[in-house]
């Protein structure tokens, strides 16, 4: 398993080394070991997601109130997709800043979402799966989202796509606008709510 550290803190993509014979493939996206060494404790599963979306759909950017609070565990185990990591987390090192890891069944890169950081994804394919592993159950009351296409972010989605937007993705507001209305997660209480449900 190759570990990288993304441009956010405490994110980070492993790409397992599938193995492929007459029968077929295996391949191990999660693996405790890899995870434990990078992130420092083991990935605390409540549920387990499974996205189908055509080519063009983009979700996101979504993120959980925290407290409580997400982490979340993805890979694309069909067609392909663009996957972005932003850290919205008041007072963070990294407060602003994204990543990007194109997501496909040649790798089977994973990417691993700290609590208090917002996620989206654009299917490149049609028929694109992508499976979560998630910190805590859904609430949808606990639900949030922000304009993917906030020019301040600068997202790097691909322009000769044609975007599908659900309802409440295309009425988000922006960064800044969430930052003044209180929405955003403190780094702080992420870190705190981290190690309370870790044990750490």
């Not at 404790?41 to 979504?62: C, E, K």
């Not at 694309?76 to 008041?90: F, S, Y």
């Not at 990417?111 to 299917?123: D, I, K, N, S």
């Not at 296409?149 to 409440?168: C, H, I, N, Q, T």
């Amino acid at each position: 398993m190759r570990v990288r550290e993304l441009a956010v803190s405490g994110g980070f993509e492993f790409t397992p080394d599938p193995k492929q014979d007459r029968r077929g493939l295996f391949v191990s996206p999660l693996q405790d070991e890899a995870f434990v060494g990078a992130v420092g404790h083991r990935f605390p599963v409540a549920q387990m997601n499974h996205i189908i979306s055509a080519r063009g759909v983009l979700r996101g950017l979504h993120f959980t109130t925290t407290p409580p609070g997400q982490c979340k565990y993805v890979y694309c185990a069909r067609g392909r997709a663009l996957d972005v990591i932003v850290d919205i987390r008041v007072g963070s090192p990294t407060f602003g800043k994204w990543d990007a890891v194109e997501m496909n069944t040649e790798h089977y890169r994973a990417v691993y979402f700290p609590r208090g950081t917002a996620h989206a994804f654009l299917a490149l394919e049609d028929d694109t799966l992508m499976s979560y592993l998630v910190s805590t159950p859904y609430v949808a009351e606990y639900e949030q989202a922000l304009d993917p296409f906030d020019p301040a972010l600068g997202l790097p989605w691909p322009k000769d796509l044609e975007v599908v937007l659900s309802d409440r993705d295309t009425v988000a507001v922006d960064l800044e606008t969430a930052r003044q209305r209180g929405m955003l997660p403190d780094y702080a209480d992420c870190l705190d709510e981290e190690a309370a449900s870790t044990g750490r």
